[in-house]
């Protein structure tokens, strides 16, 4: 690990930030209580619930923490491609009894305010996602104090980044679960590169810490993306589990269920690929979703709080990386010591399998 990185955790495993429930200030803290670096997730939340977290978590634990944001987004969508997502989503409405979500909501979700959050109360990282701050935006965070982190999912990102001034790069391999991280939106886009692929492609393209994320769930794998060239591993689905999570139960209980055997991308309930298990929502809805993001996933998200509240596992955002059927139900703390021990394990295997 860089200098830098190895101040703010004893560990190199950075637990995910997960917008929408599960990176809560009681999991965050009990993963840098443990010596690895818990995440705050700032999407969709208002500045005063992001400074809220924060107090939270500084009242949890002394230990260093991040807090992600998302970029602002502006991209129209045509209301008539929106009118007809609508329509096909008319059933789901009838069926929890609700309307659907107000889409015209501002793209930017309150970016701006949560800058000024964290300026005005500087945590020790903060982490982007949907794309690179301006320089002028990462040599605030410098002059803060603040060690600062994008993530990208392609070595011109992660060049991208380092032209910013960016302190590290996150790459994000296909296998990771929840919204693909790109900078831009593009329908045509194949699905992503695979993590060690990408680590190896990112790792010779920038001189900056590279994180690794995508399908980690054993500390094996850690050791794996660490000798392909990243400087720590990040972990989300990992995560989800643990008691501490604020994750849906139906949601934890849904990553070891028989009964959801498949990831994909999909844009059904955001507008933008995110990786998630397949249930029936995905499957009726997921062909028909234009690439509208955030509008979708303001449309959407009063049907996934009423799937949630009817207990329709069908119904709800599965979030899940790749590797999310070797999910552990352990507390946040006992596993990433678990994950420390596998790694110190995977070391020691490879290092006597080189020596015979």
């Not at 850690?222 to 689905?237: F, Y």
Request: aromatic share 6%; proline share 6%.
């Amino acid at each position: 690990m860089s200098s830098a990185l190895t101040d703010l955790c004893r560990y190199p495993i950075v637990q995910a930030p997960m917008a929408g429930g599960p990176s809560c200030p009681q999991l965050a803290a009990a993963v840098s209580e443990a010596g690895g670096l818990g995440f705050l997730a700032g999407g969709y939340k208002t500045a005063d619930a992001v400074r809220d977290e924060i107090a939270q978590m500084r009242a949890l634990t002394a230990q260093p923490f991040g807090v992600n944001l998302f970029m602002p987004q502006h991209n129209p969508a045509d209301p008539a491609v929106l009118d007809g997502y609508a329509r096909q989503l008319a059933g789901e409405a009838a069926c929890y009894e609700t309307a659907l979500g107000d889409p015209d909501v501002s793209g930017d979700d309150g970016y701006e305010d949560k800058l000024a959050v964290l300026l005005d109360t500087p945590v020790p990282v903060v982490s982007f996602t949907f794309g690179c701050p301006s320089r002028d935006t990462l040599d605030a965070f410098a002059a803060a104090g603040t060690y600062t982190v994008v993530t990208v999912t392609s070595p011109e990102e992660a060049q991208a980044a380092q032209w910013a001034g960016a302190d590290a790069v996150c790459a994000q391999g296909t296998e990771a679960g929840g919204h693909r991280s790109t900078f831009r939106d593009d329908p045509a886009d194949d699905g992503g590169t695979g993590l060690l692929s990408l680590v190896a492609q990112v790792r010779e393209t920038v001189q900056i810490p590279v994180v690794a994320a995508g399908g980690i769930m054993r500390g094996s794998q850690i050791a794996g993306v660490l000798a392909a060239g990243a400087d720590a591993a990040q972990l989300g689905t990992a995560f989800v589990a643990c008691p501490e999570s604020g994750a849906h139960a139906l949601h934890k209980q849904a990553l070891t269920n028989p009964l959801f055997v498949r990831t994909t991308l999909t844009r059904a309930f955001s507008g933008r690929p995110a990786r998630g298990l397949v249930n029936r929502f995905v499957r009726e809805h997921g062909p028909h979703a234009p690439a509208a993001y955030p509008q979708l996933h303001h449309m959407t998200s009063v049907l996934r709080r009423a799937a949630a509240r009817a207990g329709d596992a069908q119904g709800m955002a599965l979030w899940a990386g790749q590797g999310h059927r070797m999910a552990r139900e352990l507390p946040a703390g006992r596993l990433v010591r678990l994950l420390a021990d596998e790694l110190d394990a995977a070391r020691t295997a490879v290092s006597t399998r080189s020596t015979q």
